[in-house]
């Protein structure tokens, strides 16, 4: 880990890791659109498909996890798990016969952001001065609203 108030960030790092958040996040509210149609496809109620929302919010509660891993396994090591969870929870959706099986894919993309993003604020926060700190999480934020757009 760089020293605190270090300006060791690159423009291609912080790319990276907001692409990365960019990913992470149109998954994380792609259902909300979706909902009909999931309903449709996976033979539920859209009451039912509804439960993907709340197995998103619940998934979020993890976020704490997603931190003390940063501080205890590094940043980057704990970015990659969320990555790697994202990834199998993307294929378990893309595969799933039935709601129940998209349901535990979704459950795990949201695991992965709950850990992704508080080691992708730290790892932003630790290699950036504080002079250029919220520049910094101000690019990373906008992948919030970029998803909403994609």
């Known amino acids: ?3 605190p108030g270090a300006d060791t960030l690159t423009a291609g790092q912080l790319a990276a890791v907001t692409l990365g958040r960019l990913g992470l996040n149109v998954a994380y509210r792609i259902v909300y659109p979706l909902q009909p149609f999931l309903a449709d496809r996976l033979h539920v109620s859209l009451y039912t498909v509804s439960a993907l929302i709340t197995v998103q919010v619940l998934a979020s509660a993890a976020s704490p996890l997603g931190g003390a891993l940063a501080d205890t ?3 980057r090591n704990t970015m990659s798990l969320g990555l ?7 294929a378990l959706c893309a595969l799933a016969g039935s709601f129940g099986g998209f349901l535990a894919g979704y459950a795990l993309i949201g695991l992965a952001v709950a850990l992704y993003q508080p080691s992708a604020q730290a790892y932003i926060s630790a290699r950036t ?4 700190r919220g520049q910094a999480l101000g690019v990373f934020e906008t992948s919030w609203a970029g998803a909403a757009l994609v």
């Open 73 to 75: 396994r590094g940043e």
């Open 129 to 132: 001065s504080y002079a250029r």
């Open 84 to 90: 790697a969870l994202f990834c199998a929870g993307a």
């Open 1 to 3: 880990m760089a020293q």
